[in-house]
Each structure stands twice: as structure tokens, then as C-alpha cells.
DNA sequence: GCATTAACAGCCG
DNA sequence: CGGCTGTTAATGC
């Protein structure tokens, strides 16, 4: 996976060897939390392998996923650095492997590496520009809209460079994921799949036209 | 009108 | 069996 990150290019060797000692792996099942609300943040987090999301949730009960993350992510730069409790739930949507770069390795890239400085950059930049599309989009587009969007940018090829075209997810998933009811994403997956857009499987689904999938609603 | 919640049967792993 | 899917009916903005 280390080879596969982008940040990694820019490192010498001893920096990468020094990484690579001091990550730590993870297996969780579907449904487990990787991290909480409010704990401590002790390190900077990595998909190998699954999906994870980020979940906020109110007190009243109800819950939304800001985010979907998949395998060859790296993310929670933002609790890191500035030294505070994480801020959302981080739960796997399937069985996933997480790796675990601790704080002080992290803050010593940061420090001795112009390389991994620029990486951080681009990828704050780059989700900055997600977020705010999804608020301009949030209550501009139609649901059928929503869900491909929801699915798209899973696929940002900077934020996350190896996506497969097979996306394992629940129908209920993309729901909270696009913020759409299940039956509504099960009613726009079929729209979807008419246009030859992707393919709707059990227990996930298939993108068959990623640059249609981005077009919709813009 | 259109989306949401609720409920249910059928299917898959 | 438990989870996911595809439908329908009732309810709400």
C-alpha cells in the first residue's frame, strides 16, 4: 500500500524505512469503529484494504456520512495536526485492514519532508473542493444526481489513486452516504444502470462510466 | 408531486 | 439465520 501512496514517492529511503517501521496494521470486521468521537487523536490513518466511513451523528439520534473512504486513503490529517480529539466516528462499511501512522512519526515527516508537506497540501486542497461542492450540490441536485455523486467521489483519483470499479457497499450505505433513502437509492441505482452507467449487484455495485456518473446534475 | 418511513417477501452468502 | 434487495402502502412536506 506504501507504494501505491503518492506521499511515499518523495521520500528517501531511510525516511521511508523509518515509516514503514512505525506503522502499525489493524483487521476489523464490517461495522466496527476504528475510532470514536472525541478520543485522543494518536495517529494519521490509512485504508489498506475495505471501507470505512466518516459518521457524524446528532443527539438526536440521526446520522450522517460525510464521507466514504476507500482502500489507498489516507486521512484524519486535519485532528493531527492540530492536536486535538478526533471529531468524527470512523466505522468500516466492510471488513477492512487500517494502518496506523503514529503522531510523532507523522509531525516528523512533517518537519523533515518538503515532499510530504506538498502531498498534504494537495490533499486538503483536494478535499476542500469536495466538501464545498457537496454543500453547493447538497440541495441543488435531485436525488438520482445525489446517489452518483455519492458513488463518483469515491473515485477521485487524487485522494484515492486505486479504487477498484467494484465498490462493495450496501444500497442501505449509499443512503446515508448520499443522504437518500434506501428505496430512493435502490430507485436511482436502476436509473443509473438503464443509462449503462453502472451495474447494481448484490451487496455492491459496479461503475461502468465514471466520467457519466460525474457528469450528472452539472 | 415526490421523498420518507414502515413493512414484508424473497434471495443471497 | 442474518443481511440485503426490491416493492408496496401510508404519511409528510
Known amino acids: 500500500m506504501l507504494e501505491l501512496s503518492p ?41 489498506v484494504d475495505g471501507l470505512v466511513k466518516l459518521n457524524a451523528d446528532s443527539a438526536s439520534g440521526k446520522t450522517v456520512t460525510l464521507a466514504g473512504i476507500p482502500a489507498g486513503a489516507w486521512f484524519g490529517e486535519g485532528s493531527v495536526l492540530k ?15 487500517i494502518a496506523f501512522m503514529p503522531e510523532p512519526t507523522f509531525r516528523w515527516l512533517l ?25 453547493e450540490h447538497e440541495r441543488l441536485l435531485d436525488p438520482d444526481a445525489r446517489v452518483a455523486r455519492a458513488l463518483a467521489s469515491l473515485y477521485d483519483p487524487h485522494l484515492y489513486p486505486v479504487t477498484e470499479s467494484r465498490i462493495q457497499i450496501s444500497q442501505q450505505e449509499i443512503g446515508y452516504l448520499s443522504g437518500v433513502s434506501r428505496q430512493r437509492v435502490n430507485q ?9 452507467m453502472v451495474r447494481v449487484e448484490y451487496g455492491g455495485i459496479t461503475v461502468l462510466d465514471l466520467p457519466g456518473l460525474k457528469r450528472i446534475g452539472s
Do not use: H
Open 188 to 196: 436511482a441505482l436502476q436509473v443509473l444502470e438503464r443509462n449503462g
Open 111 to 135: 518537519d523533515t519532508s518538503i515532499a510530504f508537506n506538498r502531498f498534504l497540501l494537495m490533499q486538503l486542497n483536494e478535499r476542500l473542493g469536495q466538501f464545498i461542492g457537496m454543500i
Open 83 to 97: 492536536r486535538e480529539p478526533r471529531k468524527y466516528d470512523v466505522i468500516t462499511i466492510r471488513e477492512s485492514r
Open 7 to 47: 506521499w511515499t514517492g518523495g521520500l528517501t529511503p531511510e525516511q521511508l524505512a523509518r515509516v514503514r517501521g512505525a506503522i502499525a496494521e489493524r483487521e476489523f470486521p464490517a461495522g466496527a469503529y476504528v475510532c470514536r468521537r472525541g478520543e485522543p487523536t494518536t495517529a494519521w490513518i490509512g485504508v
